[in-house]
């Protein structure tokens, strides 16, 4: 049996992550997950701690970004099924970013937000295979995607 490798990008406030994942493990799903690095200190100053520091907040940003882009690329790169989360607390420009390099490489892109965010994300939701609101949501097409199987779900 294929192991499905999904990419979660986005959000990092809440535990949808640890959700998905487990409810793809009670439902033995054969999939792995990778996603980037969430912790937000960390992702913020890889660059300046590695490459060192800057006076200029851009370029602070500027070397997080692109030590960052070395992970989120590969990864969105190498996986079967982007899945990409906006809360509702941050704007998460990087996520709109990581939906359309998803979608611009061909990759099934999965998009989970509230109602709220309907009107501002109609485009990245129209470049998506599927818009959902909870990872349950993700788990039933995952399971359906690999194993066929509707069972149980009601919608």
């Not at 100053?45 to 851009?58: A, N, R, S, W």
């Not at 989120?72 to 190498?78: A, E, K, P, S, V």
């Amino acid at each position: 049996m294929r192991n499905w490798n999904v990419y979660l990008s986005g959000e990092i406030h809440t535990d949808w992550r640890e959700q998905i994942e487990a409810g793809v493990k009670s439902a033995g799903l054969p999939v792995s997950f990778s996603a980037p690095v969430t912790h937000h200190e960390a992702s913020d100053d890889c660059g300046v701690t590695i490459l060192g520091e800057e006076p200029d907040k851009f370029w602070h940003d500027y070397k997080g970004a692109s030590v960052n882009a070395i992970r989120t690329r590969t990864l969105i790169g190498d996986a079967d099924v982007v899945v990409v989360r906006f809360g509702d607390k941050y704007k998460q420009w990087n996520a709109a970013f990581d939906a359309g390099y998803a979608a611009a490489l061909g990759k099934p892109l999965i998009v989970m937000h509230g109602p709220d965010h309907q009107h501002a994300l109609k485009e990245v939701d129209a470049a998506a295979f599927a818009v959902v609101e909870t990872p349950d949501q993700i788990v039933h097409i995952l399971d359906y995607v690999i194993n066929g199987n509707l069972a149980g779900y009601t919608g």
